[in-house]
């Protein structure tokens, strides 16, 4: 299948290992892209829909209208990315209104939306039984005897009457994708709780609800090996408070936060040197030992 | 709120319920039961000095002033389980966004957000990318064996910040930059 590939802008701005591990994974699952050259910034979901929900449906829109000149539908590799543009997708497919007001901006810069291209994160993809029997056979180190800490975050599933992702309360696609890879998926009850990365404007949020997640997976009967996301806001989230939170509270919160590519591509046997896995700050050093590899 | 606090009619103002309730996504907010669903599930809950469902109630009853200066509409995650769990279709996150945006157009713009704005219109990104910056950014791409950045087009992203009624938002640093061209 091919896709018109939108990266965004923090994950192949600032972390690139993550794209990289990405392209990877999607080679071997046989997935091919047409950059979408000239993208902008989704726009961002918090502050650019703080501000302005026609600027933010305006210039969402412009990038859906690359995707369709490439007359594909479109691939998004973070939650932010796809939450913006799904919405805009949405709002503006009902809104007839809203559908001509973006219009007519972008007619003053030779764009037309027309609303032929799709909008898809790779979570959504890659848990269809399709994707799910590919993975198995290209598997090269299954990841057996691993636990995984499974975070889907907010703008993958909520509200799903626009996303239209997964069950809101009980997603189970990222649980499928991680299980195809050999691990198994620990259940706990934080399970679905916001990152607080988006409480931007009061970090005591995003302080706390780490810490309340990180602290239930330290507790946990078995111990849990990595907590993967799919999206680098909430990857980055739990990584660096983490870090901070252990300095400052003195408790051991150190669980490796994987992108949930980078897990498949240690899975599919990609070179661990090559995928950047030490860029972060609780390095995955016991995890690498533990899967020998 | 315990305190007894009295509010004369006319200091109400009847419109703000449609003139929320007017526009993309907001038409909902007409339908709350005031059932305190949105408010149990809040991720920031305990932080905020109106809960959700009596941001709701006092935008129906025309608190336009009192919802406008609240921490609440900042201080919420965007996590959308309200709007996910509200029995009545009520989309509270949606109506929050709009509700920021009344905020910013009375001139309450919180620094972050306008900054984050900024960003993209000098560089098309949430991420600086300019000289010494891109340079380095494309270094380790390099690295990786990743595609060229191809930026957008700033021009077009002016247009529509403009064109879309944040021009005001904007340092125009920029056009001096052009004018030294
Ligand atoms: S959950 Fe919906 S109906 Fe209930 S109080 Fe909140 S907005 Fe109103
Ligand atoms: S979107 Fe905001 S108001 Fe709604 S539940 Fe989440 S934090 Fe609370």
Redesign the interface.
């Known amino acids: 299948m091919e896709y018109a590939l939108y990266l965004g802008?923090?994950i192949?701005?600032?972390l690139?290992?993550f794209?990289?591990a990405f392209?990877e994974i999607s080679n071997y699952l046989g997935l091919t892209f047409k950059?979408m050259?000239?993208?902008?910034?989704c726009?961002?979901?918090?502050?650019?829909?703080?501000?302005?929900?026609?600027?933010w449906?305006?210039?969402a829109a412009?990038n859906l209208c690359l995707g369709e000149k490439l007359g594909l539908d479109i691939l998004t590799i973070c939650s932010g990315c796809f939450e913006t543009l799904k919405t805009a997708k949405v709002?503006l497919s009902e809104?007839k209104?809203?559908f001509d007001r973006v219009n007519t901006?972008?007619k003053?810069?030779g764009y037309e939306y027309k609303g032929t291209s799709n909008v898809y994160h790779f979570a959504e993809l890659f848990s269809q039984e399709e994707y799910l029997e590919k993975i198995k056979k290209i598997l090269m180190n299954p990841l057996d005897d691993l636990n995984v800490a499974v975070h889907y975050g907010?703008?993958l599933i909520?509200?799903?009457k626009i996303l239209q992702f997964d069950h809101?309360?009980r997603p189970e696609t990222i649980d499928k994708i991680i299980k195809a890879l050999g691990a198994k998926t620990v259940a706990f009850a934080g399970k679905l709780?916001?990152c607080?990365?988006?409480?931007?404007?009061?970090e005591?949020?995003g302080f706390k609800?780490v810490e309340d997640k990180m602290t239930e997976l330290k507790e946990l009967e078995e111990e849990v090996d990595v907590m993967v996301g799919v999206c680098p806001a909430c990857v980055g989230q739990y990584d660096r408070k983490q870090r901070l939170l252990s300095r400052k509270t003195g408790k051991e919160l150190d669980i490796p936060v994987l992108y949930v590519p980078e897990l498949m591509a240690i899975a599919f046997g990609v070179e661990k040197d090559?995928l950047?896995l030490t860029n972060r700050s609780v390095k995955p050093n016991k995890l690498l030992e533990k899967l020998n590899i | 709120m315990t305190e007894e606090e009295i509010i004369n009619a006319e200091d109400l103002d009847y419109n703000f319920r449609y003139e929320i309730s007017e526009k993309v996504g907001a038409k909902s907010l007409l339908k709350c039961i005031q059932c305190g669903v949105c408010s149990s599930g809040c991720t920031v809950t305990e932080y905020v000095d109106l809960q959700p469902h009596r941001v709701v109630a006092s935008c129906l009853l025309g608190l336009k002033d009192r919802v406008l200066s609240s921490n609440a509409i900042w201080t919420c995650s965007l996590c959308h389980r309200c709007t996910e769990r509200c029995p009545k279709g009520v989309d509270y996150s949606f109506i929050l966004a709009l509700l920021r945006n009344l905020a910013v157009k009375e001139g309450n713009c919180p620094e972050e957000y306008r900054g984050t704005i900024q960003t993209i219109y000098d560089n098309g990104y949430v991420v600086p990318y300019t000289g010494g910056l891109a340079t380095n950014i494309d270094r380790r791409r390099d690295r990786f064996g990743l595609p060229k950045i191809v930026p957008p087009d700033l021009k077009e992203i002016d247009i529509i910040m403009n064109e879309t009624g944040i021009g005001n938002l904007i340092k125009k640093a920029s056009e001096n930059k052009e004018s030294d061209k």
């Open positions: 802008c923090t192949p701005l600032k690139p290992h794209e990289y392209r950059e050259e000239g993208a902008s910034c726009p961002d979901p918090v502050a650019t829909q703080s501000v302005s929900i026609d600027t449906l305006t210039l412009r709002l809104d209104a809203a901006v972008l003053k810069i907010c703008h909520r509200p799903s809101p309360e709780e916001c607080g990365f988006c409480a931007r404007l009061q005591e949020i609800l090559k950047g």
